[in-house]
């Protein structure tokens, strides 16, 4: 390369870009649950639904959906979209 792209390429470096994509910092899983305060939880999109993952893995290696009981209607705020 030239010495224009290489001088690019390192200042986009010291600025955390990556070819591959995003540097992520820290650890991913740092979410606590609301309801029973699980920590080091993910959250993941299934199904075109936003759900809560463990840090851990079971059969398959698949993510380990967070399950903290039974919930109910009165659990969740109620959102009108305005």
């Known amino acids: 390369m030239g010495e224009m792209?290489?001088?690019f390429i390192?200042?986009?470096?010291s600025?955390?870009?990556s070819p591959v994509?995003?540097?992520r910092k820290?650890?991913?899983?740092?979410?606590?649950?609301?309801?029973?305060?699980a920590e080091r939880l993910k959250w993941r999109i299934e199904g075109g639904t936003w759900r809560l993952?463990?840090?851990?893995r079971g059969d398959h290696n698949e993510k380990l959906l967070h399950q903290?009981?039974?919930a109910t209607e009165?659990?969740?705020?109620?959102?009108?979209?305005n």
């Not at 009165?74 to 979209?81: A, M, P, R, Y």
């Open 21 to 23: 994509g995003p540097r």
């Open 68 to 70: 903290c009981g039974t």
């Open 10 to 13: 390192e200042q986009q470096l």
């Open 5 to 7: 792209a290489d001088y």
């Open 15 to 17: 600025m955390g870009w």
């Open 26 to 37: 820290g650890n991913q899983h740092d979410v606590t649950c609301s309801r029973c305060g």
């Open 74 to 81: 009165s659990d969740f705020e109620v959102l009108d979209g």
């Open 53 to 56: 993952f463990e840090d851990k």
